[in-house]
């Protein structure tokens, strides 16, 4: 049963627009929350993450927000530039002994 | 500069053969990990290691084996390659258990 949910596949949005990425977790010890970039032929690499004690996370043009009573996170990209498509990979940790992800979410910036 | 490499990028082999994949990192991280991915499925983990002599079985461990012998290599066996297990196959390894990943780049296996 999967732990990490990221329901939309693919998503595509304009250039300077704003990407949402959204994620979904059952596991209520998660207690670390990161994401992850890929690019093709590429391992994936480490781009944001937020603790449990925190509701919100910037680094830049990316924001992670967490609802720990919904148990959602989303990954805000403001403004999307066509070198943010890639696949985003949600996971969760914490007290767990290791990181749980999700299935990815392809986004795709178009000019 | 430390890093974590992955050999080969690319491998073609037949069903029935046993392949090794490699591993070696030099950030002296205890803990590693293997994953394969696969379209639809994202990154499911295979086996994982929290030191020398500590080997322990993820989701999709079925027909694949490790052995950590020493703190920089996890080599991942196929022990009679399926043309099921064609995939990307990735290697992972981090100061802590569920946190900080840095992941390789990853090796393209195809069996025929």
């Known amino acids: 049963d999967q732990q990490v949910k990221q329901n939309s596949p693919s998503l595509s949005v304009q250039e300077g627009r704003i990407s949402i990425l959204n994620c979904d977790y059952t596991?209520?010890?998660?207690?670390?929350f990161l994401w992850y970039k890929k690019y093709p032929a590429e391992g994936p690499t480490f781009l944001i993450s937020i603790s449990s004690i925190k509701d919100k996370n910037e680094d830049g043009r990316f924001t992670v927000f967490l609802n720990k009573s919904a148990k959602h996170l989303s990954l805000h990209i403001v403004p999307s530039q066509p070198g943010d498509s890639a696949v985003y990979f949600c996971?969760?940790?914490?007290?767990?002994?290791?990181?749980?992800f999700g299935r990815g979410t392809q986004l795709t910036v178009w000019p | 500069d430390a890093e974590i490499t992955q050999s080969p990028r690319h491998k073609i082999t037949e069903t029935g053969r046993q392949v090794t994949l490699a591993c070696h990192q030099t950030w002296n991280h205890n803990n590693m990990f293997w994953y394969r991915q696969d379209l639809g499925h994202g990154l499911r983990l295979i086996h994982y290691?929290?030191?020398?002599?500590?080997?322990n079985k993820g989701e999709v461990s079925d027909g694949y084996s490790v052995s950590r012998s020493n703190t920089e290599d996890l080599p991942l066996t196929l022990e009679s390659a399926a043309s099921s297990q064609t995939s990307v196959y990735f290697c992972?390894?981090?100061?802590?258990?569920?946190?900080?990943?840095?992941f390789g780049s990853g090796t393209r296996l195809t069996v025929v």
């Open positions: 290691s929290y030191g020398v002599q500590d080997t």
């Open positions: 996971a969760a940790g914490g007290s767990v002994g290791r990181l749980y």
């Open positions: 992972a390894s981090s100061v802590d258990r569920d946190y900080g990943y840095t």
């Open positions: 596991n209520s010890m998660f207690d670390y």
